[in-house]
């Protein structure tokens, strides 16, 4: 199946590539590989806020984070000329979650990206990975996930 196919059967439309908000690319294509800026926690609604472990649950951070992965995945298309099928694979993610000081479940917030990730692509979807706490993030969204990523 193709990738495509594969995101709509997941009900998941990749966006237009947001556009950065400051000084950067959203993207830098070495060779194969694809280096994609960090991506905020944002759907067609608008940011998805909130700070984990105050006044967001794990299930909304992570529902937050597959909203990155998503707008990931929009900058990875647009880095291959439009076309998402040049997608090899996933190699990392470093994914950064708004929470409290004694917030511990970073990792289970940015499963939420990968996970995504897997249905979507299967192994081609696995990474490496990092989930870190951030005492804050751009706009106060929820979460922030850059991406590394192979592409042909």
Same mark, same amino acid.
């Given at each position: *199946?193709?990738?495509?196919?594969? @995101?709509?059967? @997941?009900?998941? #439309?990749? &966006?237009?590539? &947001?556009? &950065? ?7 830098? %294509? ?11 926690? *944002? ?5 998805? #806020? ?5 006044? *967001? ?8 984070? =597959? !909203? ?8 990875? %298309? ?7 099928? =040049?997608?090899? =694979?996933?190699?990392?993610? #470093?994914?950064?979650?708004?929470? !409290?000081?004694?917030? #511990?479940?970073?990792? $289970? ?7 995504? *990730?897997? $249905? ?8 490496? %990975? ?7 993030? &751009? ?12 592409? %042909?």
């Amino acid at each position: *199946m193709s990738i495509a196919a594969k @995101l709509e059967s @997941l009900g998941a #439309t990749l &966006p237009d590539a &947001p556009a &950065p908000a400051a000084n950067y690319v959203p993207f830098v %294509r070495v060779g194969n590989i694809v280096y994609v800026s960090g991506q905020i926690s *944002m759907d067609e609604s608008g940011l998805i #806020t909130g700070k984990l472990g105050d006044n *967001m649950d794990v299930e909304a951070g992570a529902a937050a984070a =597959r !909203t990155c992965a998503i707008n990931l995945l929009a900058q990875v %298309r647009a880095a291959c000329d439009g076309d998402i099928e =040049r997608l090899v =694979r996933v190699v990392k993610l #470093t994914g950064f979650v708004n929470s !409290t000081a004694d917030f #511990t479940q970073q990792p $289970q917030v940015i499963n939420g990206a990968s996970d995504f *990730m897997v $249905q979507a692509l299967g192994d081609a979807g696995r990474h490496s %990975r990092s989930a870190v706490s951030a005492a804050a993030l &751009p706009l106060g969204v929820a979460v922030e996930i850059e991406g590394i990523f192979e592409v %042909r």
